[in-house]
């Protein structure tokens, strides 16, 4: 269809979007509120705010900018306590009992909040007595000192940083390299309160840190409330007293993140389907390219299928491990000169600037994405910049040269396909952003589980490309038509049999074909059509006649943002249903049926005695470290690694166990630690637990797959979740 006349397939989601477009105000990072779940607890949209707090708070934010922080702690009280109404509510700085304090001993450093939000009118929150406040040598609080959050119902704790410190940015302290919110999200879970707030009286950063979960962060900057007034009534929406005190258990602000969080599948999925759509259009750019100056000369249709593959495979796994900081996504000349994260960005300021069309006559970000992949393969040694030889099969230039401009291995170096600035945002845009329930909205990797690079992966497995024989057409499909069933690829030959039907029934066969209804493809079928669309076809054709058989059936074929439709010509290629999935074997393993299947595995092995011994688990004792070490697992088709993964981390858990248990002093810290910390999402596992993970992933495990590329995105998933980034990525078991 083209753009001129593409309809909004979700009218309410449009009407929600509108209601919610602070959703799109707001620098988010991690998990946070999702539209259709914002739209379930404001469904008129925001409450305004009364005039007198808005304007105190806006004078207070001026004043405070003005002086450039002098008068902030007046800024953050009159948010506080006039915009959010919390002053019965409310204990700062010192006030604040000294129980609340957790101490990070690996670092000598001791994390204190300075806001604190209770849920009893006029209740009394003086410091312990038996708990002494720890001083600035950093006397850690008393063991037990968590046990008083029940005692003091504390709904939110919070941080006042430096003028001008940004919420998210890292620095280093005593070594630890940790951003505000990262070290609230460590006291969070310390005192078991999911929601923090971190504050300079200018940026507002809300955060949430479930136990076992990654952190999602929602920054607000005061400056621009008075230009932006919905997203300072989302801010109030969202933290006013009542919200913690007044609302149904279901709406209370934790409860809303957690819904939100819910939906985590239908993203993965909705990922997985871009991802496919980013593939096809890959191969349609390079097979167009070809057509024009052969850079696909030699090589088959299952090596270019391939090396696409390859390509948005290498995307998101960079995405992964910048988001975790694997890679020095915080430096400037990585992100100026490699970061696919930020490409993204780069490339829509670009946009934004110059225009679309000057996007299709570059092809920067192309020769970028081969670069990152030349350096994490060989590595960079340069003053300014220094990366490890990570090596491995996904990143190899050599395994498909063609995609380098080389016609083979030993060809000397060549211009590469000139794929262009726009394909690569339309790429980059189809893995970062993912549409749901009507929403469109960045998609943060750390919160991804390492198993979802499986799913995405092995969704590939059910395309391939073909050659052409005749004309194909590619019909419109919806977005939640089966993966099974995509892409709709339809031969011209049976087309023109479906047109000469009598009595016609041309839905009834596109039905199966697109998985829409009959009265819709009808519907669909009379639409007229725009006036550049015929001409469109006809130069996607290129030959007078062919076109006007394909013309009854435009309004139901696929077109791009650029208004030309998908017909593939006769020696060109497309991607089309393969039988590869089925005929392997292949299947996606969640996460928790993995792990399920590891434990129960794993359990008589480690513990001895053990689960054969005695069902009294009490009775059960862990196995000496050395004898854990010698646990060999091997799987024989290990896909994409999810059992590899779970068995990684069971036995790297088991070992720590058995370091605890022989008293090792390390071991014994972290779990203490732990305890209190409750620290198990990926992105934030303690050292002596990525240790572990790094040890089980080179002495225990053992994997083979008939798929090549599939034994490299195994061995890319245990280098994720055993974090070290000094490590090649092949050096597993």
Not at 147 to 157: F, G, I, K, M, S
Request: charged share 25%; glycine share 6%.
């Amino acid at each position: 269809m083209s753009p001129v006349r593409r309809r909004r397939r979700y009218s309410a989601g449009e009407a929600a979007r509108r209601r919610h477009g602070w959703l799109e105000l707001v620098q988010l990072s991690g998990p946070f509120l999702t539209l259709p779940v914002a739209d379930r607890a404001f469904p008129n949209g925001l409450p305004e705010v009364a005039r007198e707090p808005r304007s105190a708070v806006r004078a207070a934010v001026a004043d405070a900018l003005a002086t450039r922080g002098a008068t902030r702690h007046q800024a953050i009280r009159a948010v506080l306590c006039e915009a959010l109404d919390w002053a019965e509510h409310l204990q700062l700085d010192a006030d604040l009992p000294a129980a609340l304090a957790e101490p990070v001993p690996e670092h000598g450093l001791v994390l204190r909040p300075d806001i604190g939000f209770y849920a009893e009118s006029g209740g009394s929150h003086e410091p312990e007595e038996s708990i002494a406040e720890a001083d600035d040598d950093n006397e850690a609080p008393e063991e037990n000192a968590h046990t008083t959050d029940v005692e003091q119902p504390w709904r939110l704790l919070g941080m006042v940083t430096d003028w001008g410190a940004h919420p998210l940015a890292r620095t280093v302290t005593q070594g630890w390299s940790t951003s505000p919110v990262e070290r609230l999200a460590v006291l969070l879970r310390a005192r078991h309160v999911p929601i923090g707030l971190v504050t300079d009286g200018r940026w507002w950063a809300l955060v949430w840190a479930p136990e076992g979960g990654t952190s999602g962060v929602a920054v607000w900057d005061a400056s621009l409330w008075g230009e932006e007034p919905e997203s300072f009534r989302a801010f109030v929406a969202l933290l006013e007293r009542n919200r913690f005190l007044s609302v149904a258990a279901s709406d209370t602000l934790p409860a809303l993140l957690a819904e939100s969080l819910g939906a985590q599948e239908e993203v993965t999925e909705t990922l997985g389907h871009q991802v496919r759509e980013a593939v096809e259009l890959l191969v349609e750019t390079l097979d167009r390219l070809d057509a024009e100056s052969a850079v696909l000369a030699g090589v088959s249709d299952d090596d270019l299928y391939d090396g696409v593959v390859t390509v948005l495979m290498r995307i998101v796994f960079l995405l992964f491990a910048e988001e975790r900081r694997l890679l020095p996504s915080d430096d400037e000349v990585y992100v100026a000169a490699y970061s696919v994260g930020r490409l993204v960005e780069q490339l829509e300021e670009a946009q934004a600037l110059s225009g679309a069309q000057t996007l299709e006559h570059r092809t920067g970000a192309w020769h970028r994405l081969l670069a990152v992949s030349r350096a994490l393969h060989a590595g960079v040694a340069h003053e300014d910049l220094r990366l490890p030889a990570y090596g491995g099969g996904l990143f190899d230039p050599d395994r498909y040269p063609w995609l380098e401009g080389r016609g083979s291995v030993d060809a000397p170096a060549a211009r590469p396909p000139a794929v262009d600035d726009r394909t690569v945002l339309r790429l980059l845009q189809a893995v970062q952003y993912v549409e749901v329930g009507g929403e469109r909205r960045r998609l943060t990797f750390r919160a991804l589980d390492v198993e979802q690079i499986g799913y995405v992966y092995e969704g590939l497995l059910e395309l391939e490309v073909r050659t052409a024989a005749e004309h194909v057409l590619g019909l419109h499909r919806p977005r939640d038509w089966p993966k099974g069933k995509e892409p709709s690829e339809l031969p011209l030959s049976e087309a023109n049999r479906w047109l000469t039907e009598v009595p016609p029934r041309l839905a009834t066969k596109l039905k199966a074909r697109t998985g829409q209804t009959e009265s819709a493809l009808e519907q669909r079928l009379i639409r007229v059509l725009a006036d550049h669309e015929p001409a469109a076809l006809r130069r996607a054709v290129r030959d007078q006649d062919v076109a006007e058989r394909i013309l009854p059936l435009a309004p139901v074929l696929r077109w791009d943002e650029l208004g030309r439709p998908s017909v593939t010509l006769p020696g060109r290629r497309f991607v089309a249903p393969s039988t590869r999935r089925a005929s392997t074997g292949t299947h996606y393993t969640p996460r928790a049926l993995a792990e399920d299947v590891a434990d129960n595995a794993l359990e008589p092995l480690v513990y001895r005695p053990g689960p054969l011994e005695t069902r009294e688990r009490s009775a059960w004792r862990i196995r000496p470290s050395t004898e854990l070490m010698d646990v060999r697992v091997a799987d024989i088709a290990m896909g994409s690694g999810a059992f590899l993964v779970a068995a990684c981390r069971y036995l790297a858990d088991r070992l720590v166990e058995a370091w605890e248990a022989e008293g090792r002093p390390e071991a014994l810290l972290a779990a203490r630690h732990r305890t209190q910390a409750r620290l198990s999402a990926d992105a934030e596992v303690e050292q002596v637990a990525l240790e572990a993970r790094r040890l089980v992933a080179e002495h225990c495990l053992y994997g083979v797959d008939i798929n090549p590329l599939a034994v490299e995105m195994a061995k890319l998933s245990l280098w994720l979740v055993t974090m070290d980034r000094e490590r090649p990525f092949g050096v597993t078991g």
